[in-house]
């Protein structure tokens, strides 16, 4: 459940971002917006590769050959 928390605060963090930079800030920087919000997707995405939600280990025991 941590997991979907962080990735819940991540993607808020995300749309903050370009509604920041379309109505306060009217768009003179959507180039600068666009970069951290693609810079949050990838810490996103390396946030849940890290937590081996995506690809979780074997508890299989391995017999011998």
């Known amino acids: 459940m941590r997991y979907l928390k962080g990735l819940y605060i991540v993607m808020a963090i995300m ?13 003179k920087y959507s ?16 946030f849940l590769f890290m937590q081996d939600i995506t690809y979780p280990r074997s508890n299989v025991r391995q017999t011998p050959r």
């Open 31 to 46: 180039a600068i917006a666009g970069s951290v919000t693609v810079l949050l997707f990838i810490f996103g995405t390396l």
């Open 15 to 27: 749309v903050f971002v370009n509604l920041t930079s379309e109505y306060i800030l009217k768009g």
